[in-house]
């Protein structure tokens, strides 16, 4: 066996163990399939041993790849966070720098802070995604991503740095028509009895949700699903069932269910891994968004 693997061997590696797919790994890596395969070859001589089992089209790891991979991932994050430290002395904002946010925080909190990060930075190549909250949070924790904007877990791993920059307080509302805004005395077993319009079962926002309801024995009689509130409020608007929504979303074509219960408070904010380098690109962010979010 061989011990010097370079770096680009082992990215090819990971692409290939993350996508399951050779010409998907090349497309990513911007290389010709035969590339990916003869770096994957050419890896799986210097370790002495197979890392794939191809059957047909499709492509698993084996044992041995299964082992190779956090290694290969900690290699390489390693290699990032050096060279990030040694640009970082420069104290030059620049660089690119990979960042997600989800369709809320992307909608109503982002704009004015990134308008004024890309006039103040223009030196920063920003890699924006579009993700929900669950994908951001597990791509933050494999090192795809520097940063994330998100709905926060209500139970952090530990590898994560969370930080709550705003706060939103999520009322229950139905349409002007629907049954419930003309109810006099609603309460959550009422409510119950009609369709919840919520978020999908593995969001963050909807375990918040069930949290409360499990408190007083009751399941969400839950009707159509979506992970945009934007959708959901208009589906709620329309009368097919009820949902929460943030403050700043409900307007006149929603009512509020004046429920004797205390709102549920949704935290939205920042997060990065604890072990990897922040690039002065991703900092300055960072700093921003504290202002921001503490006006």
Known sequence: MNPQLDSATLHAFVQVADSGSFSVAAEKLFLTQSAISKRIAHLEQQVDCRLFDRIGRSISLTEAGKTLLPQAREILHALQDAARSLQNLSGEVSGRLSLAASHHISLHRLPPILREYARRY??????????????????VIQGELELALITLAPEADPRIHAETLWVDALQYVVGNDHPLAREPDPSLELLNRYPALLPAPNTFTHQLVLEQLSQLGLKPNLGLSTNYLDTIRMMVRVGLGWSLLPETMIDEGLARIPLSREPILRPLGLIYHRDRTLSNAASELVRMLRIAGGE
Request: proline share 6%; aromatic share 12%.
């Open 122 to 139: 223009p030196g920063v190549a920003l890699d924006l995604r579009f993700d929900e909250s669950e994908v951001a949070y597990e791509n």
